[in-house]
């Protein structure tokens, strides 16, 4: 199975750069570009070992795989817009190559454009699920826009947006696989649970790693979160942990505008134990994501989605 | 029939007003102060005279049109960032209140609410004809922003450019309308002929507007596509009247960055027959829309959508 799911992979990169087009040159460009710098294709793998899980044709599925990183894409070109990121996955963003205008057009166009191509090839529920998916991401994106700088944001508040602008979209990659693969309403529940609890840890190890990673191998400044006064998880709990003066360090840092006070920062999240507890949680998730593949038969497809979300533990 | 059309209408500002609502609190107060700023409602007229012309009951499907001109809204979010506007419809543009974050994120949410509502509750090939005519719109203006500056434009690109950016939404307002309505293939294919061709003259009659309006009757700056660079038809034809004086002007001015030069290239527009060519092509289209119309039955929604056609000869 390890080389079949190699094989999904690479199927999925030459669909990318071989069959993948638009209508519009420069909008093709554009993705294609961002296609090109990488990423682990983790979307697309997931729909594909839903498909075979449920007893699907997984290679009969690409397209569908292709677009749930191609929805991923379109976020990721209006998030350049929205943060005034420089860099984007070690490459230079979109709207600093090309400007807002083409980035909020490039994104527009890809929703339209896999949209076009859903309602046209795909049954009921499956457009649906997707446009509702992406009404969550935007819904996450601009609770997280109104949280930020917010030091009481709790725990539960910040899974729910992790939740919406995250794991909607592993969910849905999850669910379309599993209803294209063919199998019953308890199963199809099961790899959409599994999407939701994966796609949470993942959020929560992206922002554990925007502060323990080193610049390299993030593809994106370290301690950007905090440039952005965002509240993630680590400060969530390094804050939790009672220290007044922690918690007073904090509040000069987030109602200020300088970023000196980021590696004192970084330090004190460690020292309050917020490194420690948001492993703890990643962890938590991480199991109920196994958890909930129990209704799925026994077999390779199903094992490989365990390792998937077993290996958001290694560091 | 005249009292018909004011209540359907009346209906539809009264959705908005009441019952129009997304799940996001501030996503639903951005789209609704968008709304209540006005607008001729133009979209959601089309749909539902269409319906109605097709033997359809108009007020059946009020959600329908609303999506039309919510479309025709998130497009103009979108622009307020593409464009760095500063005033839209007379108010405060989405992005100079809520910064250029919110406006993106408004924008994704609505298209994806509305997508999420189509898709759940109207048939194949509804959704479909929705999402090709956003990448539609996307395309044509990627296309418009490639072709700024471009003084050799060709009226046959221009005219391209107008149907896909606006024209295909009145095309899609007019043949969902027909879809619902219950006609036959000839009818739907007449009412979407007809939103075509009115989509063309009605952006031919705004590029005039630009030129000719006041600054309080436009809601935004007189002369702003030619502060943008943009060749739009009252200048193609202007330059086609072949004076070089005339064109090194314009070119001096597309060449450079300020504005002072603009009263003057607008006269020179009008002296070259620039207007008078544009009011001559906007007849055309008004002319082919009327002619569209010739399958439909005959009877107050047919003499209706002949009357908004012909209201842009007005000026």
């Known amino acids: 199975m390890s080389d079949a799911v190699t094989d999904l992979h690479a199927s999925v990169e030459s669909f990318f750069a071989s069959t993948f087009s638009t209508d519009n040159a420069v909008i093709t460009e554009a993705v294609k570009r961002m296609l090109a710098a990488g990423g682990k294709r983790l979307r697309p793998r997931v729909t594909l070992l839903a498909v075979d899980a449920s007893g699907g044709n997984a290679l009969g599925h690409l397209h569908l795989a292709a677009y749930m ?27 600093v190559d090309y400007g807002n205008r083409v980035s909020v057009l490039t994104g527009d166009y890809l929703f339209a454009w896999i949209f076009k191509n859903v309602t046209a090839n795909y049954p009921h529920p499956v457009p649906h699920v997707l446009s509702a998916t992406l009404a969550d991401i935007c819904d996450g994106e601009v609770l997280q826009l109104q949280a930020r700088g917010d030091l009481d944001l709790t725990l539960g508040a910040y899974v729910e947006i992790a939740r919406r602008k995250t794991a909607s979209l592993f969910a849905a990659s999850a669910e379309c696989g599993a209803i294209m693969g063919g199998t019953g309403p308890r199963e199809i529940e099961g790899l959409r649970a599994f999407g939701d609890a994966f796609g949470v840890a993942f959020q929560m190890k992206d922002d554990l790693f925007d502060i323990v990673a ?84 026994p077999g390779p497809a199903k094992e490989e989605l365990a390792k998937l979300a077993g290996a958001l533990l290694d560091e």
């Open 214 to 297: 080193d610049e390299r191998s993030l593809g994106k400044p370290v301690g950007n979160d905090l440039t952005e006064r965002k509240v993630t998880i680590p400060l969530i709990e390094a804050l939790a942990s009672g220290s007044g003066t922690f918690r007073d360090e904090v509040r000069r840092f987030y109602g200020g505008t300088t970023n000196e006070g980021i590696p004192a920062i970084v330090t004190g999240i460690e020292r309050q134990g917020g490194l420690a507890a948001t492993r703890a949680h990643i962890a938590r998730f991480v199991e109920r994501a196994r958890m909930a593949l129990e209704p799925i038969p």
């Open 69 to 95: 990183e191609l929805i991923h894409v379109a976020t990721l070109i209006h998030d350049d817009v929205v943060d005034n990121a420089s860099t984007r996955r070690g490459v230079n963003a979109t709207a």
